[in-house]
């Protein structure tokens, strides 16, 4: 296992609210083709996690620099065991990347404390016998703080085996670094916009939904079945939960610059957010994530 820590700061590019008005969608049928009939490599069907369990600290994981996931809640301690599978593209090395982020202030506390644990269970079909077991094949705690730094920066890399290669980013995807900053985010934001009314007016399109499963469930080995079932439910909005206007965001890049999402800033989750009606403090969330056709132009669904 090859180790690398840096301490950096890191800088944030924070947009406000002042879009141009758009009529923008996406378009994956090009790209659900490729999956719908999809032939794995091979018979296996592993699964891999990632526990974290932190404390007085915040943080940023990607996995291929794919949003693994972020903690800036105000809640001192947490802990989640996330799936990773749908972060892999293809058997090999893949990329690790940690940040961790001061609780409060601008300096890491010498509480601050951070532990992983890397899992693979060997057949995710065999629901009955808890998916073949789990394997620990990683673990790895941040070293105590002694000095204030602002910022803990760790880089590594572990083995994956997959059944699948996905490299629909490689085939299609523009490298967003290439267009016109101005035009990137108003069409960026426009998306944004248009997915928000949807929710609002509860427009739901059950092939657009089936077309965007595709890639992810080849990754999770969903039938054909299971994702024509997920795809029939729309997201139900609770009563208790306010679906929050386009404002005060951040445009967030993934895949080295072919990916862009917006996050909120209170939370740094996804912009497109719902928030409790009497407390106003976020309670869920919809990803969107984003890549641009290099030969069409069009807009896909990552």
Known sequence: MKLKVLVIIGILFTITSCSQKKNMKTDNSLIA?????????NDSRPGYYLQVNNQNCHYDIRVNDLNVGKYFDPTSSYSVRIPLNIRILESGEQAFSLKVFPFQGDKLS???NLQLRLMMYPDMTDKENDYGGNVTLWEWEMPAIEQ????????TIFEAEVPFKID?????????STMDKDILSSEVIALFET?????????HDQNNWQNIYQRAGIQIYMSQERINELTTKPISQRPNEILQPLENFELQFYGNGK?????????HDSAIWWADKDSGKPISWQPFYLF???DTGEWHVW
């Open 292 to 294: 641009k056709n290099k």
């Open 33 to 41: 083709k490729e999956f719908k009939s999809y032939k794995f490599i």
């Open 148 to 155: 204030e730094l602002p910022l803990f920066v760790m880089d």
């Open 168 to 176: 629909i980013l490689d085939k299609y995807a523009l490298d967003l």
């Open 259 to 267: 990916i862009v999402t917006l996050t909120n800033t209170i939370d």
């Open 110 to 112: 010498k509480q601050a």
């Open 195 to 203: 997915k928000i009314k949807e929710f609002k007016n509860k427009h």
